[in-house]
């Protein structure tokens, strides 16, 4: 059996729902009662968010180097980042990483190009709505990755770091951000909206609003990671 390592605490809530998903995707194929292998090491969000801040990105990808070795150390055989806004250092880590990645952003590439979406909606932190992580994975299938506004986009991440990573959902945030897709839909004539960051599924619980669906990266990715562990 293999075993997968989960860099998760970035943040908590979200690599909880982590460990529920990828149990139940398991046992739901193998209904033998039988459990996955999984190490989780919890890292520090804090830090990681100081160090985005000042744009140290070495030094954000020197922690993930060092945290995915303690991984491989105790015996995953694969490992992932809990989170999507780390992954704008995919890259490098990846090519330092002594054990296989699966990435989030190209499970969530998939899964939009099985629905057939062509252009799709992205929300998330600052980070991750200014990097070009996503639209460079989601462009090599001609998907058009589109953001809102500069001002929206300051709105999501301070919602994003202030309340959804300190465990508070309002429904005042959550209208708010409805109304972010609204626009994007009507407006940039978007097919679906990726929660690009895996806190926003706890606030966003639908699988549609506005008439479009919404791609769980949390769930896209744990699905991915199901089928590393059966392979």
């Not at 982590?18 to 193998?30: D, F, K, P, T």
């Not at 506004?149 to 709105?155: A, H, M, S």
């Not at 209208?175 to 895996?198: A, M, V």
Request: glycine share 8%.
């Amino acid at each position: 059996m293999k075993t997968v390592g989960i860099l998760g605490g970035i943040g908590p809530e979200s690599t909880i729902d982590y460990y529920r998903l990828i149990i139940a995707g398991y046992r739901a194929q193998r209904p033998d009662g039988s459990y996955p292998s999984i190490f989780l090491n919890s890292l520090d969000v804090n830090r990681l968010l100081a160090w985005m801040n000042a744009n140290q990105l070495s030094e954000v990808t020197d922690y993930l180097v060092e945290a995915v070795e303690k991984l491989a150390r105790a015996g995953a055989d694969f490992g992932i980042i809990a989170a999507n806004t780390p992954h704008i250092v995919f890259g490098d880590l990846q090519r330092r990483s002594p054990i296989p990645l699966v990435s989030i952003v190209e499970a969530a590439c998939a899964a939009t190009k099985k629905r057939g979406i062509r252009i799709i909606g992205l929300l998330g932190t600052r980070f991750t709505m200014q990097a070009t992580f996503y639209p460079e994975v989601f462009s090599r299938e001609a998907i058009r990755v589109v953001v809102p506004g500069e001002d929206e986009q300051g709105y999501l991440h301070e919602k994003y770091v202030g309340e959804l990573l300190q465990n508070v959902f309002l429904p005042e945030t959550r209208e708010e951000i409805l109304q972010i897709i609204r626009r994007l839909k009507e407006q940039e004539h978007i097919e679906g909206i990726i929660l690009g960051g895996t806190e926003l599924p706890l606030l966003l619980r639908d699988e549609t609003a506005c008439g479009i669906p919404l791609l769980d990266t949390t769930k896209m990715h744990a699905q991915a990671v199901v089928a590393e562990l059966l392979s």
